[in-house]
């Protein structure tokens, strides 16, 4: 699998009038500053499962972790004396990892037709080498202002993660919960901010689904999809001005299945809230509408009858 880790994805724009004394008693004059970041990190993955008995799995899969991180700056005085500021800064990471995962299910807990699963994750913290170099854009053609080996080459920790979740299920209905931790507190990135302080990470969600489906009977098309809802709470791993930067987000989605049931379309609408408005900080809100696609189709076979 390929799969994205982080999402470095902003852009902060101000613009406005320099005083008499920041210009050194000359005209006031207008500027404009704009800085975005993009990019992120990346994990590809190859997994291997292993059944220990009837009810009981285990499964590893080691991993590569990439990605670059870019922040463009550009500022600009209204003034032929002050010459634009325009430069990238991009820093890379490449690091090797891992993860362990446990599963265990119990059918007939409450009734002969429940099942109840436990599962457990846990990925390694990760030793990457992280590469910094700036540059920028003159006459069309790319000038390095800074290569690597003015910064040097440092090592970035990321993060131990660690998981469990539980699910029951009874007949066509699904009540699941799950638990996501973060050990961000022992986090040192490439750059030092005494504004910034990074907290462990705990997420809690709890979700439900539920389809009318029954193989035995001609059910309308409502009564086949599948409906899903669910709840989450995220502390975030910053603080900021002595704040925590937490989510609340509320979702509520449909699956629709194939004619076998085994792969489906699924759309979600996801709505809540993150940070907050105490000491000058932001609260955003969020509307976000996903789709996926569950593949889980046997391929390159062809039946025969005999």
Do not use: C
Request: glycine residues 10%; charged residues 20%.
């Amino acid at each position: 699998s390929l799969l994205p880790v982080t999402n470095y994805n902003y852009r902060v724009f101000d613009s406005g009038t320099l005083s008499e004394d920041q210009v050194q008693g000359a005209e006031p004059l207008s500027f404009e500053s704009e800085m975005t970041g993009t990019g992120g990190l990346n994990r590809m993955e190859i997994g291997a499962g292993y059944r220990i008995s009837r009810q009981f799995y285990i499964g590893v899969a080691p991993a590569f972790y990439f990605g670059t991180l870019e922040r463009q700056v550009n500022y600009s005085i209204e003034s032929d004396e002050y010459i634009p500021i325009d430069y990238n800064q991009k820093t890379s990471y490449t690091g090797f990892g891992g993860q362990i995962g446990l599963m265990h299910y119990q059918t007939g807990v409450v009734t002969p037709n429940d099942m109840v699963s436990f599962a457990a994750t846990a990925s390694l913290p990760v030793e990457m080498n992280a590469e910094r170099r700036v540059e920028t854009l003159e006459e069309g053609e790319t000038k390095t202002l800074r290569d690597a080996d003015y910064y040097g080459q440092q090592t970035i920790q990321y993060p131990l993660e660690m998981s469990f979740g539980i699910m029951y299920g009874l007949n066509n209905f699904r009540l699941t919960s799950d638990v996501y931790y973060q050990n961000w507190a022992s986090y040192e990135p490439f750059d030092f901010n005494e504004n910034v302080n990074y907290i462990d990470r705990f997420r809690i969600g709890l979700g439900a689904e539920y389809s009318g489906y029954n193989p035995n009977v001609q059910g309308s098309f409502f009564q086949d999809l599948i409906y899903r809802a669910g709840i989450s709470y995220d502390t975030g791993n910053l603080e900021l001005n002595n704040e925590t930067i937490n989510t609340m987000r509320a979702s509520v989605g449909i699956g629709i299945p194939t004619q076998q049931r085994t792969s489906s379309f699924n759309i979600n609408f996801d709505y809540g809230n993150r940070g907050t408005l105490a000491n000058g900080l932001i609260r955003e809100n969020i509307y976000e509408v996903r789709l996926s696609f569950n593949l889980s189709e046997l391929m390159f076979f062809r039946p025969r009858l005999r």
